[in-house]
């Protein structure tokens, strides 16, 4: 088992900039979220899904899309890359009936 | 509104001494808690955890303790090693369908050879 995969490991882009950050899992797991970590503020929830086709928005969703057609795939999407959404972007997935989530290397994004 | 605080930064402790790390909630119906443990450049993983309706929890070196009426939980490490050294996140499942987990803002552990 590969676990929690995420590509790329490093980005950087200039402002007004699209990309997709990559997640995916083959642990058959129903659920997957999306973090972002930054200095002071801990892991914060982007969005999440509880299952295939299903996407809910966490604390801090704005500038960012996803989208889950598949159970092993959740790609994040930056619509427009701002300074404000330089961090470290963690996936994460926990199969049903668990608490215990488990997370991807990270993406260190840099925007310019 | 953070609903889940570690409010301190950073611990520095002594190889062999006990660690302990500290973690606030405000959410009464959070039912769940875990603490993940994080090196430089990797995804933090799963530590220990500890359901609402227990108040202690042990496994090898990790205890954590959980204070529902303080809406407090803490976990110690005894005797701590250099290879603890990592930040350290808790974490509180808010609970319903969604399962969502709320991340603390991490305490830096430094164990000192």
């Known amino acids: 088992n590969a676990g929690v995969t995420q590509t790329p490991k490093f980005q950087v882009l200039k402002t007004g900039q699209s990309m997709t950050l990559q997640c995916a899992q083959d642990?058959?797991?129903?659920?997957m979220s999306w973090y972002r970590q930054d200095p002071g503020m801990g892991l914060r929830l982007i969005h999440y899904?509880?299952?295939?086709?299903?996407?809910d928005q966490g604390e801090v969703p704005n500038g960012y899309n996803v989208s889950r057609s598949t159970t092993e795939d959740f790609p994040l999407r930056l619509l427009s890359a701002a300074p404000s959404q330089t961090s470290v972007y963690f996936c994460?997935?926990?199969?049903?009936?668990?608490?215990?989530?488990?997370f991807g290397p990270g993406t260190r994004l840099t925007v310019t | 509104d953070q609903q889940v605080k570690q409010n301190s930064p950073s611990l520095s402790v002594q190889e062999g001494r006990i660690s302990i790390l500290n973690c606030d909630y405000t959410?009464?119906?959070?039912?769940?808690f875990l603490w993940y443990k994080k090196y430089p450049a990797e995804g933090p993983t799963f530590l220990i955890s500890i359901s609402s309706i227990k108040d202690k929890n042990e496994d090898g070196r990790f205890t954590v303790f959980l204070n529902k009426s303080a809406k407090h939980l803490s976990l110690h490490i005894v005797p701590s090693q250099p290879g603890d050294s990592a930040v350290y996140f808790c974490?509180?499942?808010?609970?319903?369908?969604?399962?969502?987990?709320?991340f603390g803002t991490g305490t830096l552990l430094a164990v000192q050879p």
């Open positions: 994460a997935s926990r199969g049903r009936g668990s608490y215990e989530q488990y």
């Open positions: 974490a509180a499942r808010a609970g319903g369908a969604t399962n969502k987990l709320i």
């Open positions: 899904s509880v299952g295939a086709g299903i996407t």
């Open positions: 642990m058959n797991h129903e659920y």
């Open positions: 959410n009464s119906m959070f039912d769940y």
